[in-house]
Nanobody, 121 residues
Framework: VQLQASGGGLVQTGASLRLSCVAF????????VGWFRQVPGKDRELLGA????????YYVDSVKGRFTISRDNAKNTAYLTMNDLKPEDTAVYYC???????????????WGQGTLVTVSS
């Protein structure tokens, strides 16, 4: 699976943004999709994940209630919808896919190239 993330940009505090992750290649619906972010000088952080069917999701506490992960298997696309963005959300955001997989896992097989989100105060 090859992944291509997009949708990042510069937004103001309190804004919303939706990132997309398009998959090419092998069966997208056989992969759990996760979203991560990374700030320079820090480790990559798991934000959450969506199950194969899209029926189940997992979020870390820091984004629970503000971020939503979803997928449309017919379009081979996963989404990260971010609401009430804060300057501390500024990071490069990555999507990733793992065959089957567990929602809480941080071990992924395939990675997108990352898309930069900048939240101005």
């Amino acid at each position: 699976v090859q992944l291509q993330a997009s949708g990042g940009g510069l937004v103001q505090t309190g804004a919303s943004l939706r990132l997309s992750c398009v998959a090419f290649g092998r069966r997208f619906d056989s992969h759990t999709v996760g979203w991560f972010r990374q700030v320079p000088g820090k480790d990559r952080e798991l934000l959450g994940a969506v199950s194969l069917s899209g029926m189940n999701t997992y979020y870390v506490d820091s984004v629970k209630g503000r971020f939503t992960i979803s997928r449309d298997n017919a379009k081979n696309t996963a989404y990260l919808t971010m609401n009430d963005l804060k300057p501390e959300d500024t990071a490069v955001y990555y999507c990733a896919a793992q065959w089957g997989g567990r929602l809480e896992s941080t071990v992924y097989d395939y990675w997108g190239q990352g898309t930069l989100v900048t939240v101005s105060s």
